[in-house]
């Protein structure tokens, strides 16, 4: 498998040592750029950098007219390494343009490891940026130890009052510099910031050893003396978890730490989502606006494959989108640095709940506009077939009451199979299974992009997978629905966002 989201590798050595003014530009050789460019694997409409590693989704913001997208990114490599955000700008979240790089590691300072994750907020004209800082430590501060580094983590600040954030600075201390005092922690990382009537509220990603995940609940009063963001008072655990009591090196592995929680009010009640067990999950339920105490009612995953460590962002309608990474699963180090890049940013989904509490995803309507055709479908007995070439298209299957079988193949390789059970009226893949409401209705809504399909079941789940091959073009996916009766099958071209695939404009 390839470095995960936290696999620490031995590089502080280079990130102390190299010029970090370099970094305010990302850049490609010629011979790399035609390499990337004729990759067949390289996404044609999913955000992802000209080349090297790509991570979580950082701070997404809709801001003076520009939807902003940062990233964890290593400018270096096409593996994890010098964590620094990325930067991409879009007029419509569908065609993006890459900006130079926002944070980057500062030698000596509390980010000297890697800026980590983070979230953005808009202050009048200027957006702070909160993210954690890592920096090298003894045992004593070290909030990650793996065995081969202790690194402690930091809740850092940075701010922008360019109009299109390309220019930052930082503060150079640490705002939350420490976790809360008597707290055996397993981690402390991913800051999430809102307004809330006279305060700014963060949440932190943390967990307690041998007890399980949890989320940290600070506060800043705003107003003119205290309102920047720098002064926070810990209040208490927003909500917590219960480990599963199987310890593995890393705690995220097992729920003993859980990552890039998110707080957000939606629909008339709040939701909250986090990211442990190799997952991402989420709970709906009442924040106490009082206590600032949140009681979950109902709870799921989002995704059932590659797409972990999710954000959120208001639209310019106010409508919650949902983004998340998109990982190489099954893709050795050797195999991402000989490609030359690694990792995508998903599809924008919006999040709504309905009346009992169930989280709904959608894909963004506006994908719509990037339809580029219609393909033919054709029917023998009882089933339905639809060919996308070159591994590109989006597929619409709506059935009604009946049984059928969703099937996806490259021709050679079985690639998914997703069954519908009318008895139960629920969508199952593999050992997975998730029951639809009686409003419900059995829909499949699936993009492939090259080397990735993202796929969400009845508007209640997503199932993203990635898929290799060794041929020079993208292979054909062929698609069957079996006991398709009163189902309808419809599928699209898709245009691409960039003609050359290095996804700018």
Not at 59 to 66: L, S, V
Not at 115 to 131: K, L
Not at 163 to 171: A, Q, S
Not at 231 to 252: F, I, Q, R, V
Request: net charge negative.
């Amino acid at each position: 498998m390839g470095t995960t989201r936290r696999t620490f590798v031995c590089w502080a050595a280079m990130v102390t040592a190299m010029p970090h003014d370099f970094l305010a530009q990302m850049s490609t050789d010629a011979a790399l750029e035609a390499r990337l460019a004729a990759d067949p694997m390289r996404p044609q409409f999913h955000l992802l950098p000209a080349s090297n590693w790509m991570n979580d989704p950082n701070g997404p913001i809709y801001f003076r007219g520009n939807y902003h997208m940062f990233f964890q990114y290593d400018p270096l490599a096409a593996v994890w390494g010098d964590m620094s955000w990325g930067h991409a700008i879009s007029k419509d979240m569908l065609h993006w343009k890459h900006l130079p790089v926002a944070l980057t590691p500062r030698p000596g300072g509390p980010d000297s490891f890697g800026c980590f994750s983070g979230s953005a907020i808009a202050v009048g004209e200027r957006v702070y940026a909160v993210y954690t800082g890592t920096k090298k430590s003894g045992t004593d501060l070290a909030t990650i130890r793996d065995g081969t580094n202790n690194i402690q983590e930091s809740q850092c600040l940075a701010w922008s009052d360019d109009p299109r954030l390309i220019r930052w600075e930082k503060d150079p201390q640490p705002i939350v510099p420490r976790p809360p005092v008597g707290m055996d922690i397993t981690g402390f990382r991913d800051p999430s910031v809102w307004r809330q009537g006279d305060w700014y509220y963060m949440t932190v990603g943390s967990g307690v050893e041998n007890a399980g995940g949890c989320v940290l609940l600070y506060r800043s009063k705003t107003g003119a003396a205290a309102g920047d963001l720098k002064n926070w008072e810990y209040m208490h655990k927003l909500t917590s978890g219960e480990w599963d009591g199987k310890k593995t090196a890393n705690p995220c592995d097992d729920g003993e730490m859980w990552e890039c929680p998110e707080l957000f009010p939606l629909d008339g009640g709040h939701v909250l989502i986090y990211s442990t067990l190799g997952k991402v999950f989420w709970e709906s339920g009442v924040l106490d606006e009082t206590t600032m105490r949140f009681t979950p009612k109902k709870k799921g995953e989002l995704d059932w494959g590659g797409f972990y460590a999710p954000k959120t962002q208001l639209d310019a309608q106010g409508n919650r989108i949902l983004w998340g990474w998109i990982q190489e699963k099954g893709r050795s180090d050797a195999q991402m640095r000989e490609a030359g890049w690694s990792g995508m940013m998903s599809l924008p989904r919006v999040l709504n709940l309905n009346s009992n509490g169930i989280l709904r995803i959608q894909e963004l309507p506006q994908i719509s506009s990037l339809r580029d055709g219609v393909l033919k479908t054709s029917r023998t007995g009882d089933s339905t077939y639809v060919t996308l070439p070159h591994a590109n298209g989006e597929v619409i299957c709506l059935g009604q009451h009946t049984d059928f079988e969703f099937k996806m193949s490259d021709g050679i390789n079985e690639l998914m199979t997703v069954r519908y059970v009318a008895a139960s009226r629920s969508f199952m893949s593999g050992d997975k299974e998730i029951a639809l409401g009686e409003k419900d209705q059995p829909k499949i809504h699936v993009f492939v992009d090259a080397s990735v399909i993202e796929m969400i079941l009845g508007e209640r789940v997503g199932d993203t997978k990635r898929f290799y091959y060794t041929a020079a073009v993208a292979p054909a996916i062929k698609i069957s629905v079996t006991g398709s009766d009163g189902v309808t099958v419809d599928a699209w071209k898709i245009k691409p966002i960039s003609k050359d695939r290095l996804t700018t404009t």
